[in-house]
Every structure is written in structure tokens, then in C-alpha cells.
């Protein structure tokens, strides 16, 4: 990789400067007329003083640096890949080989293609990957935490300290959903250790240091300030990540976000980067949520987390438009699992969850709050049902494992069916379910609802990732089973003078709210 960055000498700045002092000093020079009258000397402007937290802001860096710097330890993996094998979760970037453009029908274009498929051969022998990312000691025993997506997959694991010590690691944990990894090492001597701090007293502007290893550049120290909170950067259900202005790199991966008191506060693991290389844009995992799930890795070897049993989505204004709620707040149930916590508390698809244990939630922190919640424990839902406000006692499940095997979906067509209703103002067309139907989208034999048939491009429908094949199960939290049961719950919305109007729409990915917009005039 390499980097091209603009550089200005010191030499043309100090001309700058030399130029514009000089002009001052040759107007200063000249003598003024003397009919011309001399003003008074201007009085010095008085010092700018700054916020008292202000005053906070370090000289340096050193002397926390080198006091931290023995904890991060340098991660390194290698990996046997067999042919045929993905080759590219190592931390180090793409390092397949590129065939360079030699002309066509070149001996050398042969060369190379020759080679490539002799890499590719199920015969041929399996290559060795290395990957490098950063880790940090947490006891003086030898557990080091990491990034998941650094030590997976990994047939070895070395670890090098601050003094260039080399030592061999075995993992004792990793957890998929929160890219979080736990190892141990073997040492004669009591290892330098660092401890947690509470990320949650972290504010957007405090200053923190980064350490780790990038590009294989051990021992790096970068800082910057907490520049947001809670950011969602899509990368699983429990994202809640620190975001910060400290360089972060390819090989930072796994090192410790540090607050100015030397406790870790975050856990590296993400960047945001059109080039690969630091823009300011990094993510940490916060230290209050990894160091339950480190714990667990640490001392069972796997997570265990709390569950109820509902697919959920954010109140958007739309959603709540649709509802007849006065804000959009909460966690509105598109779904729930038969026999799960929730069907046992008798929650119900369409309840909005606003509240739990007394603390209000929204659809993005509903699952992860859960999560942290022990199986076997009672919590309290504050529950909004068709403008009720309710109280519902839940008993909290563990979990279930993710389940990797899911039926192939087929292509649906665009073409709408014969016999299909048109939905005025929303762009597309509805049918009865039948047996055609059934066999063609693979439904389950007891599927009820409405289907739709067509999507007009561009419409509103086509905005909101309706397809054909997917099924309208309710409209306003009324079931429907005919297209002429769709129609009147769209026209008694509109006769409540609704804004918007709510479908419950199932897939192959499951239930979901959709809001639609509510056209004007009749849906015949």
C-alpha cells in the first residue's frame, strides 16, 4: 500500500512569515509626516482565558505512554489454507496475488495463468497466511483480549510483548457477535497489565490514547478525542460502538482505547476508510459492554446471553404516524417466536416495548440490553397495545444458537398475476394465496395473508424493498386474508384521516413494519 500525502516545508512557511513581518516592519520604519498626528499605542488585549476544564488538557502524552505501553502486546497468526479455501480474514488486508496485464497470447500471460491454476488445483499444496493485529494483557497471569476477526480461523497464535519477547498463545474464547477474543499465554514472570474503566462516564471530546500495531508497526501510540457515541455501523445486533478521531490502522485491530487516567475504555476494532488507511473515523467496542462478554470467554470459553424471543424494529414518525402514537419512541414487535419468553408473556405482534426495567429503550438498544440480562431472571416491560399502556413481567431465555442453514428462496417475477388488485398510490399489486403461489415462493402449506404480486419501479412499494412473493399478513394490526380485506382496512385509515397506514409483511428473512404514506382518494 502506498501513501502520498501533501507536504509543506518549514522553509515556506517561514518566508510566509519573514514576508509579512518584514511589510509590518517597513511600514513602521517610515517616518510619518509631520503634519500627520501620531495615534496612541493600543493597549495590550487582555489574555483569553478557556473553560476551566481547559486547563485538563495534557502537555504530553510521554509519560502515560510509557506507562501503557507494556500491556499491548503484538498478535500474530498463521493460517493453513487448503485450496478452495477463503483466504481473507486475516487483518493485513487482500493479500491474493494480482495477475499483472501482459499482452494477450504474451509467454508470460501463459506464465502466470499457468501458475494461477496450479494455485487453484485441488491438488496443490495448502499455503501458509499470516495476519497481524494488536491485543492487551488484563491480568499479570497472561489473559490477553483481542478483536474475534484477528485470532479466527488462526492453526497458530504468537504473541510478542513490548521487550520483544515471543510467546505462544492458545485461545480460551471468541464471540462472533461482538468480535471479541480472549488468550492466554504462559510466562515465568508476572506480566505488566492494564485495567477496564467505565466507558459510559466517557464524553464526545475527552482525549484518548490508541495503542497498538499498525502495518506491523508495533508500539504505536496515536490520540484524539472521543468524537461520538453509540454509533450503529451495522456490523451485528449489539453495535454501540465509541467512535473516535485517534488514527486508527489495518493492525490496530484488537488494541486498547485508553482514557487519560490509563484505563481501557474501548476495544479497537473498525475503521471507516474509502482507501484503507485513517481518515479519523475509527470504532472502539465500549468497555462496559466487553467486559461482561470477556469475563464469560475468560472463564467458560463461549457467551451466553439473555433472550425473549421477538423480531423487533425502531418506532420510525411513519410508524408512529400508523399507530396513533404521539412520539417515536420504543420497539415495535413485528414478531414472536412460538413457545419463546415473549409468547409465554403473552406479548403480541404490534405491541410497541417502551420501557425496560424502568429504563426507556428504542428498537437498536432493546436487543442488546437483553442480551446482558441473565436467563432465569424476571424483567419488567413498559408495553404500549393499541393505545394502552401496559406492565408485562417476563421471564429471560437463554439465546438459542444461530442456526447457518436456511431454504433457498427463488427469483420471484415482476409480472402480476391474473387476477390481481391494484393498490392505488403505493405501487403495487396484491393476490390470493393459492396453490401456484405456494409451490412458486415456497410457502408453507398453512400460509395466510394477502400476497404481492407486482412492484412497480420507482414507487413507494419499491422504495420500502417490497417484492413479489412477499406477504401482507395484517394492515393496521387487523389481519387479512383477501386482497378485498386489504382494501378496507386501507380505506378505514383513510376515513380516520391516518397519514400513514402500517402493513405487517413476511419473507424469507421474516416479519417486519412496513409504513406506507396514505395516497388520497379511493383504493378501488
Not at 488585549?45 to 505512554?65: I, Q, T, V, W
Not at 387476477?419 to 415462493?441: H, N, P
Request: aromatic share 4%.
Amino acid at each position: 500500500m502506498s501513501f502520498r500525502a501533501a507536504v509543506f516545508s518549514r522553509s515556506c512557511l517561514a518566508m510566509g512569515l519573514v514576508t509579512a513581518l518584514g511589510g509590518y516592519a517597513a511600514r513602521a520604519a517610515d517616518p510619518a509626516p509631520a503634519s500627520t498626528p501620531v495615534p496612541a499605542p493600543a493597549m495590550p488585549a487582555a489574555p483569553l482565558r478557556l473553560p476551566g476544564e481547559g486547563r485538563n488538557m495534557p502537555d504530553s502524552f510521554a509519560d502515560l505512554a510509557a506507562r501503557l505501553l507494556p500491556a499491548v502486546v503484538n498478535v500474530s497468526t498463521t493460517e493453513m489454507v487448503r485450496p478452495g479455501e477463503d483466504d481473507d480474514d486475516g487483518d493485513d488486508g487482500d493479500s491474493t496475488p494480482q495477475v499483472p496485464n501482459f499482452p494477450e497470447g504474451s509467454p508470460f500471460e501463459k506464465f502466470f495463468h499457468d501458475f494461477m491454476n496450479r494455485q487453484d488445483s485441488p491438488n496443490a499444496p495448502p499455503r501458509k497466511m499470516q495476519a497481524l493485529g494488536s491485543g492487551f494483557i488484563i491480568d499479570p497471569s497472561g489473559v490477553i483480549v483481542t478483536n474475534n476477526h484477528v485470532v479466527r480461523h488462526a492453526d497458530q497464535i504468537t504473541i510478542t510483548l513490548q521487550d520483544n519477547t515471543v510467546l505462544k498463545a492458545r485461545l480460551l474464547g471468541h464471540d462472533d457477535r461482538t468480535d471479541l477474543a480472549v488468550l492466554k499465554v504462559d510466562s515465568p514472570k508476572p506480566l505488566p497489565a492494564v485495567p477496564f474503566g467505565d466507558s459510559d462516564h466517557a464524553r464526545v471530546g475527552d482525549w484518548v490514547l490508541a495503542i497498538g500495531n499498525p502495518f506491523g508497526l508495533s508500539g504505536t501510540v496515536t490520540a484524539g478525542i472521543v468524537s461520538s457515541r453509540g454509533r450503529n455501523i451495522e456490523q451485528g445486533p449489539y453495535d454501540d460502538f465509541i467512535q473516535t478521531d485517534a488514527p486508527i490502522n489495518k493492525g490496530n485491530s484488537g488494541g486498547p482505547l485508553f482514557n487519560l487516567k490509563g484505563e481501557v475504555i474501548g476495544i479497537n476494532t473498525a475503521i471507516f476508510s474509502p482507501s484503507g488507511g485513517s481518515i479519523g473515523i475509527g470504532f472502539s467496542i465500549p468497555s462496559a459492554e466487553a467486559q461482561g462478554i470477556i469475563e464469560q470467554l475468560r472463564h467458560h470459553g463461549r457467551v451466553t446471553r439473555g433472550w425473549i424471543g421477538v423480531r423487533i424494529q425502531d418506532v420510525t414518525q411513519e410508524i408512529a404516524d400508523g399507530l396513533g402514537l404521539k412520539s417515536p419512541h420504543g420497539a415495535l414487535i413485528a414478531g414472536v417466536e412460538p413457545k419463546g419468553p415473549a409468547a409465554v408473556a403473552h406479548l403480541q405482534t404490534g405491541d410497541v416495548i417502551q420501557s425496560l426495567n424502568g429504563k426507556d429503550i428504542d428498537g437498536r438498544a432493546l436487543p442488546r440490553l437483553v442480551a446482558g440480562l441473565a436467563g432465569g431472571s424476571v424483567a419488567h416491560l413498559g408495553i404500549w397495545r393499541k393505545g394502552q399502556q401496559m406492565n408485562v413481567a417476563i421471564t429471560i431465555g437463554a439465546l438459542p444458537e444461530e442456526k447457518t442453514d436456511k431454504a433457498d428462496s427463488k427469483p420471484a417475477s415482476k409480472n402480476p398475476a391474473q387476477g390481481s388488485l391494484a393498490i392505488a398510490g403505493m405501487g403495487f399489486t396484491v393476490g390470493e394465496i393459492d396453490d401456484i403461489a405456494r409451490q412458486k415462493y415456497n410457502m408453507a402449506e398453512g400460509q395466510k395473508g394477502v400476497l404481492v404480486t407486482g412492484v412497480t419501479d420507482d414507487s413507494a412499494a419499491a422504495e420500502r424493498g417490497l417484492r413479489p412473493g412477499d406477504v401482507v399478513t395484517e394492515v393496521q394490526q387487523a389481519a387479512v386474508n383477501t386482497p378485498a380485506d386489504l382494501r378496507r382496512q386501507i380505506d378505514a385509515a383513510r376515513a380516520q384521516h391516518r397519514k400513514t397506514v402500517l402493513f405487517l409483511v413476511q419473507n424469507a428473512d421474516g416479519l417486519r413494519w412496513v409504513p406506507f404514506p396514505l395516497p388520497e382518494g379511493s383504493g378501488h
